[in-house]
């Protein structure tokens, strides 16, 4: 931020920030980390459903979270009736919604971060109404919005294809590594925390369908055979629809040895993990960019990713590619990079690369040059 730049007053949906810290949680809060250093200027009044969670960095002097209502309420309620109001009171000049939908009756500016379009390319994975409903307020706060956040380029691609009178609104603004977990634990305190023994695979993220978890157990069940230790830790919560029973197919497959289901961990356990790991794995058929794995390879642990995008586009050069959906290959590139040690070093070197050509200060930068566009 130049000196000469007046300062925001910038409102945001912080929903993102309480419950379980997926994704989008963090990224917003390596956001607010990154705006609140040094001598912030700018104001942030973070609103949330129900009372804000204990967090230091709402704790900042110009963070001011704002609590609309004793416990969360329904999606609509919050953004349509109960949010205009605060905003309005709080002399707001910006809004940030960090997460697909705007509330649709603010008369400010409004940007809107959009991490994927999967309501629209993927419906499947989600139940017939809310995907319909996703859908109709995403398109709809897009057109309201005065600029549009892409997190990659497929994913700009994506909104300028579909919402091409909108086009000259998107920008592509990467997303960064890492900022909001702990340091890299010693990897044999790690495992030993983890009881880890042989070789180790890790996969992260909220399951959907599209994510190819039992593709994955499959692969998982052939190379049990060449690597009688292995385990793989599978951590995200399952939200697949149809919900995919996974532990019934860990026990058909005869995984359990070898298969934890760890659902949603905090970020101290998911720092253990990427310690612990020999190589992680990702193997989505549409992904908006794919945090997880930047995050894993910027801690030099090396990568196995589906071709597709944007996890192709964004970890080819680092990663080994394959397939998502041909589990004989998912296991031949396991495979591979458990037994060779020099490629898991290259690969690992690679992702390191890679992962520090991005940063969250930069993501910082652009989004408040975003936010400072919008409200000119």
Excluded at 27 to 44: E, K, P, V
Excluded at 175 to 192: F, I, K, N, Q
Excluded at 229 to 237: A, I, M, T
Excluded at 338 to 363: K, N, V
């Amino acid at each position: 931020m130049d000196a000469s730049d007046p300062p925001l007053v910038v409102g945001i949906d912080a929903r993102e920030l309480g419950g379980k810290r997926t994704g989008t949680g963090r990224y917003l809060r390596s956001l607010l980390l990154h705006w609140t250093r040094g001598g912030a200027r700018d104001r942030f009044f973070v609103y949330f459903d129900g009372p804000p969670p204990a967090d230091p960095v709402l704790d900042h002097p110009s963070v001011r979270p704002r609590a609309l209502g004793d416990r969360p309420g329904p999606r609509l309620a919050f953004e349509e009736v109960r949010l205009p109001p605060a905003v309005r009171a709080d002399g707001i000049g910006v809004f940030f919604s960090p997460a697909y939908t705007c509330p649709l009756r603010l008369g400010i500016p409004r940007v809107t971060a959009v991490h994927d379009l999967a309501y629209f390319s993927f419906p499947q994975d989600f139940g017939v109404l809310h995907a319909w409903l996703r859908r109709v307020r995403v398109a709809l706060g897009l057109r309201l919005s005065r600029r549009i956040l892409a997190c990659s380029e497929f994913t700009r691609r994506e909104i300028t294809s579909r919402f091409p009178a909108l086009a000259e609104r998107v920008v592509h603004v990467p997303l960064g590594p890492d900022d909001d977990l702990p340091p890299p634990p010693p990897r044999e305190d790690a495992r030993r925390r983890l009881g880890v023994a042989g070789p180790s695979l890790i996969t992260v993220g909220s399951i959907f369908n599209r994510r190819c978890i039992p593709e994955l157990l499959r692969a998982t069940a052939r190379l049990r055979r060449r690597h009688p230790r292995l385990l793989l830790d599978v951590v995200g919560d399952n939200r697949t629809n149809p919900l995919l029973d996974l532990a019934a197919l860990v026990r058909r497959l005869d995984l359990e040895a070898h298969v934890r289901l760890s659902g949603f961990v905090e970020e101290a356990a998911l720092a253990d993990r990427y310690a612990a790991a020999d190589g992680a794995v990702f193997l989505s058929e549409y992904e908006g960019f794919g945090l997880p794995a930047l995050e894993a390879a910027s801690r030099g642990v090396p990568l196995v990713v589906s071709r597709r995008p944007a996890l192709g586009e964004i970890f080819g050069d680092a990663a080994l590619l394959v397939d998502p959906r041909n589990e004989g290959a998912i296991a031949d590139a396991l495979d591979r990079l458990l037994t060779d040690a020099a490629l898991r070093r290259e690969r690992a070197e690679r992702g390191r690369a890679l992962a520090s050509r991005y940063s969250w200060s930069r993501t910082a930068a652009l989004t408040r040059a975003a936010l400072a566009a919008a409200a000119s």
